[in-house]
C-alpha cells in the first residue's frame, strides 16, 4: 500500500533526474515545515492545542535525552517483530496445508473467511479482558493481522504451483515432502512475500492503536501519552517518528525482499505457467 | 476459492455437484459447531468467572435487549453514517489530487515525499491530536477516516491514470482532443476501473480506522460500544459486538464490493484473477 506515490518504473534513471526529483521533494518537505511554521501565529492557540515545530523539536531533544524514545522504539520494535513472525509462520503453515488438502480446506475456509472479516481492531477489547493490557494483547493482534494476508497469499500461490512440475517430480520419484520443498514452497514464496507486505501495512497500524490502548510503552504509546499530559509536542515527535520508522521498514526490508524474490522466481514461475 | 481448482484435487475424478456441496456444507460448519459446542459446555467443566467468557444465552439476552430498545440499530446507523461520510469526504479529495499528481511530473516531484511520510501515519495515529482539535465524537471520527481513505485512495488515483495506455493518448491527442475533453474523454475514464476496484481496499482501512477510532474518541458507535463494555466487564456486549463488526464487513463485501468489481468487470473487462 505504501508503495504508495511513488510507482516509479523499475529502470535506473539517470543521476541528474533523480537528483533534480530529490531537490524538489525537499522543497515540498521545506514547504510544509515552513507552512507549519507560519500557520502557528495566525492559529493563535497554545503550544498545548497547536505545537510548532521549534516545540517539537525541543520536545525530541528531550525524549532522546532522558532516554525514552529509544527505549519505546525497542519495545515497538520488538512487539512489531514477533508478531509479524509468528503471525507469517502460521499464516504460511496453514496456508500450505488448506492449498494442499481437500478436507482441510474445506472445513477451514468458511470458519477463517468469518474470522477474516471480525477486524484484529474488534479483538482488543476482549484481549484485554483476557489477557490485561500489555504485550500478550498487542502481540496476539499484531499476529491476527498478519495471520490472514499471509495465508491467503500463499493459498494462491501453492495452488497455482505448475502441476507439471510436480508431475515431473513425482514422475522422477520424488517423495511428497520433496514436491513441497522443489515445487510447491518455491512458487508459493512471491506469494508468501506479497501476503507478509500487505500484513506488514496492516500491522504497522494495528501496532499503533493497540499500543494506544493497551501498552505502557511504544510508540503508540508515546503518540498517546503526549495529549493525554498535555505535552502534544510528544505526540507530533511519536507521530514523525512512526512515520519514519515505516518508511525505512518499507524501504530498506520490504521492498529488497520483495524485489530479490520476484526477481528470481516470480517470472520464472510465470514462464513455466505459459508453456 | 473454491477448493476444485486446487492443484492435488484436479486428478481426482469430479465428484457430482451435489454430493461436493452437501461435503462442503458439513465440512465447513463442523468447525462453528465445535466452536459452539465447547462454548456452551465450558462453564460446566471448568470454573471461571463468568466476565470472562459470558454463556451463549448471555449474548443472545443482550442481542435482544439491544435490538429491541433500539441501541444495537443506533450504534450501526451512527457507524455507518461516520464511515460513509468519511468516505465521501476522503475521496472527494483523493480523485482531484490523484490527478494532480499523476498528470504534473513537477507537482509529483515536490510532493511524493511528503505524500509517503503522511501516508505512513495516517488513520488511528491522528487520533489523540483529532481529540484535542475536535473533541471526543464525530470530529473527530470522521477526520481519522477521512484521511485513511484518503491516502488509499490516492495511490489507486493515480496508478489508475497511469496505467492508461500511452496509445490512447496519443489517439485522443491526434484527434485534436486536449485539456478538458482529454480528461472527460480518457483520463477519467480511464482511471475510474482502478479507483473503483481500489474501494474495497480503502475501505479495509477506513473500517479498522473507524472502529479503532470510535474506541478511543467515539461517543457512539460500534466501536464505542464494545470498549466501553470492558470497564463494565460486560463481555456479552463485547461478543455482540464482534459478531456485529464482522457480519457487517461480510455484507458489505458480498453486495457492495463485489457488485462494483462485477460492474467494472462486466463493462471493461479488467479483473485479474
Known amino acids: 500500500m505504501s508503495a504508495a506515490i511513488t510507482a516509479a518504473p523499475p529502470r535506473a534513471r539517470p543521476f541528474g533526474r533523480r537528483f533534480g526529483r530529490g531537490l524538489k521533494g525537499l522543497a515540498g518537505v521545506l514547504l510544509l515545515l515552513g507552512a507549519w511554521q507560519a500557520s502557528v501565529p495566525l492559529v493563535g492557540m497554545s503550544s498545548y492545542f497547536y505545537p510548532s515545530p521549534a516545540d517539537v523539536i525541543v520536545a525530541f531533544a528531550d525524549l532522546v535525552r532522558k532516554g525514552i524514545l529509544p527505549v519505546y522504539l525497542a519495545d515497538s520494535m520488538i512487539r512489531y517483530l514477533t508478531g509479524l513472525t509468528i503471525g507469517a509462520l502460521l499464516g504460511v503453515g496453514l496456508g500450505v496445508l488448506i492449498g494442499l488438502h481437500r478436507t482441510a480446506s474445506l472445513a477451514l475456509s468458511p470458519l477463517f473467511r468469518f474470522l477474516f472479516a471480525i477486524v484484529e481492531v474488534a479483538w482488543i477489547p476482549i484481549f484485554v479482558v483476557w489477557f490485561g493490557y500489555g504485550v500478550k494483547t498487542i502481540v496476539l493482534a499484531l499476529i491476527y493481522v498478519v495471520f490472514f494476508p499471509v495465508l491467503y497469499n500463499t493459498l494462491l500461490g501453492v495452488r497455482t504451483a505448475p502441476q507439471l512440475l510436480v508431475n515431473a517430480v513425482r514422475s522422477l520419484g520424488g517423495s511428497r515432502l520433496q514436491v513441497l520443498r522443489l515445487v510447491i514452497l518455491p512458487s508459493a514464496l512471491p506469494g508468501i512475500i506479497t501476503g507478509l507486505r500487505v500484513g506488514a501495512g496492516f500491522a504497522f497500524r494495528g501496532l499503533v492503536f493497540a499500543e494506544i490502548v493497551a501498552a505502557k510503552t511504544g510508540i503508540g504509546y508515546l503518540i498517546f501519552e503526549g495529549t493525554q499530559s498535555q505535552q502534544t509536542a510528544r505526540t507530533i515527535v511519536g507521530m514523525i517518528v512512526m512515520g519514519l520508522l515505516w518508511l525505512a521498514i518499507d524501504q530498506f526490508y520490504l521492498r529488497p525482499i520483495e524485489r530479490a524474490t520476484i526477481q528470481r522466481w516470480g517470472l520464472t514461475v510465470d514462464a513455466e505457467q505459459q508453456a | ?273
Open chain 2, 1 to 273: 476459492m473454491t477448493a476444485a481448482t486446487g492443484t492435488q484435487h484436479a486428478r481426482r475424478g469430479p465428484a457430482p455437484i451435489a454430493q461436493r456441496r452437501r461435503e462442503a456444507l458439513w465440512l465447513g460448519t463442523l468447525p462453528f459447531a465445535v466452536a459452539l459446542a465447547i462454548w456452551w459446555v465450558l462453564p460446566k467443566l471448568v470454573d471461571y468467572p463468568p466476565y470472562m467468557l459470558p454463556s451463549i444465552a448471555m449474548v443472545l439476552d443482550y442481542a435482544k435487549e439491544s435490538v429491541l430498545d433500539g441501541s444495537l440499530a443506533k450504534n450501526i446507523g451512527a457507524s455507518l453514517g461516520r464511515l460513509l461520510l468519511g468516505f465521501v469526504i476522503g475521496m472527494a479529495l483523493a480523485i482531484p489530487a490523484g490527478l494532480a499528481i499523476a498528470l504534473n511530473r513537477h507537482v509529483a516531484d515536490m510532493f511524493r515525499p511528503v505524500l509517503s511520510f503522511l501516508q505512513a501515519i495516517a488513520g488511528i495515529a491522528w487520533v489523540p491530536l483529532t481529540i484535542i482539535w475536535f473533541g471526543v465524537g464525530n470530529g473527530s471520527v470522521i477526520f481519522v477516516i477521512a484521511n485513511t481513505i484518503f491516502f488509499a485512495s490516492l495511490y489507486n488515483t493515480v496508478i489508475g491514470v497511469q496505467s492508461i495506455p500511452l496509445a490512447l493518448h496519443r489517439a485522443v491527442r491526434s484527434h485534436g482532443g486536449s485539456g478538458l475533453s482529454l480528461l472527460t474523454n480518457l483520463i477519467l475514464p480511464g482511471a475510474l476501473v482502478q479507483i473503483l476496484l481500489g474501494i474495497r481496499t480503502s475501505m479495509a482501512y477506513g473500517w479498522r480506522a473507524l472502529v479503532a477510532s470510535e474506541m478511543i474518541a467515539g461517543s457512539n458507535g460500534l466501536g464505542f460500544m464494545t470498549m466501553e463494555a470492558v470497564q463494565w466487564q460486560r463481555t456479552e456486549v463485547i461478543i455482540l459486538g464482534m459478531i456485529v463488526i464482522g457480519l457487517i464487513w461480510v455484507v458489505m463485501d458480498r453486495t457492495v464490493f463485489t457488485t462494483i468489481e462485477r460492474r467494472t468487470v462486466g463493462r471493461w473487462g479488467l479483473l485479474q484473477r
